[in-house]
């Protein structure tokens, strides 16, 4: 029999003045003005799981009465259905339906009500009811529906709908389902290149107080060890470089900031709390990467795991799994999928979202969240997230912890119980990847988790197809989700910033990784999905940084105003390369005349390329060849190059000036300055013949006289 307990009331001052009780003809008045502002909830249900017929079950709460106007004739009253739900589909139906006209049946209207003393505007009272799962008619293992609501003289005003998960001993044992819960630890990136410059300051408040990566850590220090954690490393990058001093771009140009130590104490928190925890390395920057495949820049997905990777053990100092991806929105198409299989780390396993894979038949029950899907490397393992459970853990609207854990208790309970199901089956808990969690609603679900007989948590990569596994239609990328992308027309700066960047690993002499790697997957990520603005900025800042970067070498001497001399109709003309990259760099330069009729150039490099040492210049000698009788200014175009073929920077002209001497003009001139010289010498000589004999004819007079 439900029996009523003791008023466990506790009314404010304005409760203790007299209040006049209002008249049963108005009660539906007063219904009417109370619907939206007279509230009733249910904070505890105690036991959560009642196991035995006689169980004492307490459910307690309070009520509310926020009309304005004090309130009389009010009772708290249970409501409950004997008859155990079919499935999880009419457990949504029934919270989906908030009409009181809908509450459950039953209503014992001799002790299941609480009557409630007069309820002054602003006030609130606690209340209690007790039950045993014979007194409500629960005869065998089940969900059934139970609400409280608060009536006036017996109309409801409002309710509080909630399960009830009755598990006495059942004649068969239930097979105990598998549940990997898996958690993002993921960001949007909070600079655009290496350099400490960050083109925002909102890091500094998501570590802080109730911020969201400080909610996330409180839920990592005490989660239990199975939970999977997705972890971006960009996001310990960043604070890591925050922990050693930063700048912040503001619109007057950039602020410096101190070393931050809670960036450094959040770092070496979450390496304590995930310590025994499987932890995968989400790609660096976490790259849009359907968007990537369909925009053609395929070998920023192998690079993004590679590097991701490499940072994420650095940072956690630890080893990390890079072989299970968890895309954007939980969804690939079979492009993307193809980019991950053919990675260096050879992805082998996904975790997508129910509506990307879906059973290729309508079912009745809750499918194995395993399934093997084909890529051309081969059969890659699909993990498909349960939408219902990963709501509980990240609900739209919000709610308590009490009817959260309900509901999780319920949900799991069902699917256990579900007819026909004698294989045990697994079960993922994904919430969205950039989540803000409440870290009491986390936590406590996962509490209750490793409490529920019929649940096993276990790690991600512990779920493997099996024979529980059920059919699926294949990957399911429809045009709205195309349309969500990062655009073409978005991305086609990136790749074209990632192609030059590249280049300035090409002419290295030692062939490094290339040090815009990370900048370029800054600019591809799928946060920039709903902040477009924010990732051009982040792609200017990056293209910006690599034209600088590439202006170290350079060809010197170029410019109309600077022309090289060719003296004759042939020779050789000195072209110049200047490295002030800071490292040596191996180059290779072709040389094109602009008009072949004026200018010929003969000049081709061998194989081997110009190796120029840094802060070096390193000349190359190229022939060019004048056409006969022409004179004046010529260009050619001088294109530096990697050993590839690839064009590094822009193209350079040079002017080439002519004297126009041909090789016949230059021995006609050089035979009549020798017919010259040959008279000036004949006539000089004769001139000293002519003096002799004027002088020896001057002696022989002399001695006549």
């Known amino acids: 029999m439900i029996r009523k307990t003791a008023l466990l009331a506790v009314l404010s001052a304005a409760l203790l003045a007299p209040t006049m009780a209002a008249a049963p003809s108005t009660a539906a008045t007063s219904a009417q003005t109370s619907r939206q502002t007279l509230s009733v909830a249910i904070t505890a249900i105690t036991p959560a799981v009642p196991r035995s017929p006689t169980d004492i079950i307490k459910i307690s709460g309070t009520v509310r009465n926020d009309t304005g106007a004090d309130m009389a004739g009010l009772q708290v009253r249970l409501r409950y259905d004997a008859q155990k739900l079919p499935d999880r589909a009419s457990m949504d139906a029934y919270m989906s339906d908030q009409s009181t006209a809908t509450l459950p049946v039953n209503v014992s209207t001799r002790n299941s009500y609480m009557d409630l003393q007069p309820l002054a505007a602003g006030g609130a009272v606690r209340w209690e009811i007790q039950a045993t799962p014979v007194q409500l008619g629960l005869r065998e293992f089940g969900v059934y529906k139970i609400a409280v609501d608060v009536a006036q003289y017996r109309v409801p005003l409002q309710a509080e709908r909630t399960f009830l998960t009755y598990a006495p001993p059942t004649p068969q044992k239930l097979p105990r389902t598998r549940l990997a819960v898996a ?4 960001d949007q990136p909070h600079r655009a290149t290496d350099d400490p410059v960050f083109v925002d300051d909102k890091l500094s408040q998501a570590i802080a107080g109730k911020g969201r990566l400080a909610d996330l850590l409180r839920i990592a220090q005490s989660a239990p060890s199975s939970v999977t954690w997705f972890v971006d490393p960009s996001l310990l990058d960043d604070l890591n470089t925050m922990a050693k001093g930063y700048k912040v771009k503001t619109k007057d140009g950039e602020q410096s900031r ?6 450094g104490r959040w770092l070496q928190d979450l390496r304590t709390a995930l310590a025994a925890a499987p932890v995968v390395a989400v790609p660096y920057a976490d790259p849009d990467l359907t968007a990537l495949a369909h925009q053609g820049l395929d070998d920023q997905p192998n690079r993004a795991i590679a590097l991701g990777g490499k940072k994420a053990k650095e940072l ?3 080893d990390v799994r890079t072989t299970i991806n968890w895309p954007a929105g939980g969804l690939l198409d079979p492009d993307a999928l193809d980019l991950l299989s053919v990675s260096d780390d050879k992805v082998d396993t996904v975790l997508l979202d129910a509506a990307n894979l879906p059973a290729a038949q309508q079912l009745t029950v809750t499918p194995d969240a395993a399934s093997t899907l084909d890529s051309v490397e081969g059969p890659v393992t699909a993990l498909v997230s349960d939408p219902g ?5 990240e609900p739209e609207t919000s709610t308590s912890l009490l009817l959260s854990t309900q509901r999780f208790i319920a ?4 699917i256990a119980a579900e007819p026909g199901q004698t294989l045990p089956r697994s079960l993922v808990v994904a919430p969205s990847r950039r989540w803000d969690p409440n870290p009491t609603l986390v936590t406590g679900l996962l509490k209750t988790a490793k409490q529920l007989p019929w649940l096993q948590l276990t790690a991600l990569e512990t779920i493997k197809a099996g024979k529980a596994s059920v059919p699926r239609a294949g990957l399911t990328y429809t045009d709205q989700n195309r349309r969500e992308e990062l655009s073409g027309k978005y ?13 300035t690993t090409l002419i290295s002499a030692t062939r490094p990784q290339s040090t815009f790697d990370a900048a370029v997957l800054r600019a591809t990520s799928s946060a920039w999905r709903n902040s477009t603005r924010m990732g051009r900025s982040v792609t200017t800042a990056v293209s910006k940084a690599v034209t600088e970067r590439m ?13 090289r001399t060719l003296a004759g109709s042939n020779g050789v003309v000195p072209i110049s390369v200047k490295n002030a990259s800071g490292a040596e760099i191996r180059i290779f330069i072709d040389v094109r005349s602009d008009d072949q009729k004026l200018l010929q150039v003969t000049y081709e490099q061998d194989d081997e390329p110009l190796s120029i040492g840094p802060g070096q210049s390193g000349t190359v000698q190229v022939p060019m060849n004048a056409t006969p009788g022409t004179s004046g200014d010529a260009t050619v175009t001088v294109q530096l190059r990697t050993a590839d073929g690839k064009a590094y920077g822009k193209p350079q002209r040079l002017t080439i000036r002519t004297t126009g001497y041909t090789g016949i003009a230059a021995v006609i001139v050089g035979a009549g300055l020798t017919v010259m010289l040959a008279a000036v010498v004949t006539r ?4 000293r013949a002519e003096r002799r004999r004027a002088a020896s004819a001057g002696n022989r007079e002399s001695e006549t006289e």
């Open 684 to 687: 000089v000589l004769r001139r």
């Open 551 to 563: 202006d170290r070498v350079q060809i010197t001497g170029a410019g109309p105003d600077r022309p």
């Open 491 to 503: 991305l086609a700066p990136v790749k074209e910033t990632a192609e030059r960047a590249q280049l």
């Open 411 to 414: 949900e799991t309970a069902m």
């Open 183 to 186: 958690l993002p630890v993921i």
């Open 258 to 263: 101190p070393a931050d130590p809670a960036a």
């Open 316 to 318: 956690l100092g630890r």
């Open 389 to 393: 459970l990963s709501r509980l853990f």
